[in-house]
């Protein structure tokens, strides 16, 4: 079936620093993914939406400037944090759709669990 | 008022009981409805679609009540796998909302 490959799954850094997050889908095109925050104890929340060829669409409170977009192919979208900070650590997940396929749920990445120092 | 809220729990059950979990939802322009389950430190991965006829698969029921806005999750014969965090989850245009979830325990 479809597959969201993530990468990294892991990441500690030290406060300052940029992290690239990639989201890839393995065996189908995905024009729109997804990327999602949970803080811990808390449900996910939609940070961001990733458009193929523009740009992405960002949801209330969430830096555009801070968590750089960019969804360069069908397959692939990626999460830049920059300069992040401790508060910025949180588990980030992105998600994409067999939009070939209807009625087809999403799918998601294993997840990143960042952690900034 | 959240778009989409649940009993937080947790659930504390023995192996073998019933439980039911409820969620509702805001947006009646809501399109598909979905139950997750995510485990501790994990993706969330897709439990069932749900649908107003209903639907089960093996010891899970779904139920949507569009009129209500009410989706509900029973399982049966609980097992101790089944320990975990259920998301109710709300497509509308384009991205899901998730609620925040309700913890089960499963107890020997």
């Known amino acids: 079936g479809a597959v969201v490959s993530q990468h990294p799954s892991w990441v500690i850094c030290k406060s300052g620093t940029s992290v690239k997050i990639e989201c890839r889908s393995l065996?189908?095109?995905?024009?729109?993914m997804f990327w999602y925050r949970q803080f811990p104890k808390q449900s996910l929340m939609l940070m961001a939406t990733?458009?193929?060829?523009?740009?992405?669409?960002?949801e209330q409170g969430v830096e555009k400037d801070k968590f750089l977009i960019n969804h360069a192919s069908l397959t692939l979208s990626t999460l830049t944090v920059t300069s992040a900070h401790p508060e910025d650590s949180s588990f980030y997940i992105c998600?994409?759709?067999?939009?070939?396929?209807?009625?087809?749920?999403?799918?998601f990445g294993d997840g990143t669990r960042l952690s900034i120092l | 008022r959240k778009e989409v809220e649940q009993d937080p729990g947790p659930f504390n059950v023995p192996e073998g009981a019933t439980v039911a979990f409820n969620c509702t939802y805001s947006?009646?322009?809501?399109?598909?409805f979905f139950w997750y389950r995510q485990d501790c430190r994990k993706e969330p991965k897709l439990l069932m679609s749900?649908?107003?006829s209903g639907n089960e698969d093996g010891r899970f029921t779904a139920q949507l009540n569009r009129a209500s806005q009410y989706i509900s999750l029973l399982i049966r014969d609980s097992k101790l796998s089944d320990s975990a965090t259920y998301l109710c989850?709300?497509?509308?245009?384009?991205?899901?909302?998730f609620g925040s979830g309700t913890r089960l325990q499963v107890q020997p």
């Open positions: 998600s994409a759709r067999d939009q070939g396929v209807s009625n087809q749920p999403q799918h």
């Open positions: 065996d189908f095109q995905a024009t729109t």
């Open positions: 990733s458009n193929e060829g523009s740009k992405a669409t960002y």
């Open positions: 947006n009646s322009a809501s399109q598909s």
């Open positions: 749900v649908y107003s």
């Open positions: 989850v709300v497509r509308n245009r384009r991205a899901l909302t």
